[in-house]
């Protein structure tokens, strides 16, 4: 009998323990989660015991503790990590609205269309969403937004403008600024239009002097095309015709002064000089003028074989009259400069511009010329073509 009640008396014991023991390691760690007071430590009690008697507690603190950290921060990349952690917490309403108003102070500090309509596109039940349209609307209206890109006249204060504000009431016109700029105007229809002046002088027969100034309050890129055609004012003296593409930029109201690289277009007439002015069209009235000036803007000849091609279309030049062209000395008149090389890449390069070379007088002089080569690849060109 003693046995037996010694045996009762330790199994009462152990169940005693086992129920004293699980009690008093729960207020332990409530006790310490509660005086850390850390989200850790919260998570660290919830995880132990799940439905202890302080569940609620903890997850409200967690709660409390996450919306505090996001509070500090004010950013919202922790308002959307805390409704990720806490998709139905108790402040979701408030960490809700609080994104809208982050994303709505963003848009207007910005103040571009394109931030309020990424505010409208994230935010579909938002507090400022009539704010919003109001302020699209004045955004799209308001030129001295324009005004200012335009002042800066640079093609990224206007490729700026029309990425921030699309739609805006001056967006057609910043286009075309920004074409003006970025890909220059002929300037024969610059002129025409009255932004730009010009003048014009001679300097011999391997370019002429251009001064242009722009008339427009913003920055603008002239193109001189190959074969943009100068009118001589002086009837003796030749007119002349760009042989490469020049281009110049105005970003200031001063005049600047570019050199065009041209060859003679009269033959027989005088060389320009400088106290020559010019005016200047798009282009000669003869088609195979163009063709050639094509060809001449994208080929590296020397100025003797350019101004040959140029005379054999303009004036129909056979090897003779070629030789007009002389090197002065000292003052003194010296050979000739378009010889037979000259003269027959000049010929290939107007066959190259879809010109027919056997319609040309000098074609009657192909026998002499190709006396006059070296062995080599034109001398082989002109041999196949004979």
């Known amino acids: 009998m003693r046995y037996a009640a010694f045996s009762g008396l330790v199994i009462l014991v152990t169940v005693v323990v086992a129920w004293t023991v699980p009690s008093s390691h729960h207020k332990i760690h ?35 503790l996450l919306l505090q950290a996001v509070g500090s921060a004010s950013s919202i990349s922790d308002l959307e990590h805390y409704l990720d952690v806490r998709p139905d917490g108790a402040h979701k309403s408030r960490a809700v609205a609080a994104i809208d108003s982050l994303r709505w102070r963003e848009a207007v500090s910005v103040n571009t269309i394109v931030a309020v309509e990424q505010y409208l596109d994230q935010q579909a039940q938002g507090e400022y969403r009539s704010d919003a349209q109001a302020k699209m ?27 921030d504000y699309p739609g805006h009431v001056m967006e057609a016109r910043a286009q075309t600024l920004l074409r003006d700029l970025s890909d220059g105007r002929d300037i024969v ?43 001589s004012a002086r009837a003796s003296a030749q007119n002349m015709v760009s042989t490469a593409g020049t281009e110049v930029v ?43 000036a094509s060809v001449l803007d994208a080929a590296h000849l020397d100025t003797e074989t350019r101004q040959a091609a140029v005379w054999i279309v303009t004036d129909n030049a056979d090897y003779d009259d070629l030789g007009i062209l ?29 010109i027919d070379i056997t319609r040309k007088a000098i074609w009657n002089d192909r026998g002499r010329i190709l006396r006059g080569l070296n062995e080599g690849a034109l001398k082989s060109w002109l041999s196949q073509k004979m």
């Not at 006790?31 to 903890?58: M, N």
């Not at 027969?205 to 890129?221: D, E, H």
């Not at 570019?258 to 020559?276: F, L, M, Q």
């Open 30 to 64: 409530w006790a310490w989660a509660s005086h850390e007071d850390r989200i850790e430590s919260y998570r660290s009690y919830l995880d132990t015991w799940p439905v202890g008697e302080h569940t609620d507690e903890a997850e409200s603190r967690i709660d409390q």
């Open 250 to 292: 105005l970003a200031s109201h001063d005049w600047e002064r570019i050199s065009v690289p041209a060859a003679c277009a009269n033959r027989p007439k005088d060389i320009p000089e400088g106290n020559d002015t010019f005016t200047v069209r798009r282009s000669s009235n003869q088609t195979e003028l163009l063709k050639l």
């Open 326 to 354: 002389i090197a002065s000395r000292n003052g003194y008149s010296g050979s000739r400069v378009i010889n037979e090389p000259e003269a027959a890449e000049a010929m290939r390069t107007c066959v190259e511009a879809g």
């Open 137 to 163: 609307a004045s955004l799209r209206s308001d030129e001295s937004i324009f005004t200012l890109a335009r002042e800066v006249g640079t093609e990224e204060s206007l490729r700026t403008f029309l990425s």
């Open 189 to 231: 229809d610059l002129l025409s239009e009255g932004k730009i002046e010009v003048e014009i002088q001679g300097n011999g027969i391997t370019n002429v002097r251009l001064g242009i100034r722009r008339l427009t309050p913003y920055p603008i890129k002239v193109r001189v095309p190959a074969g943009s055609f100068f009118a």
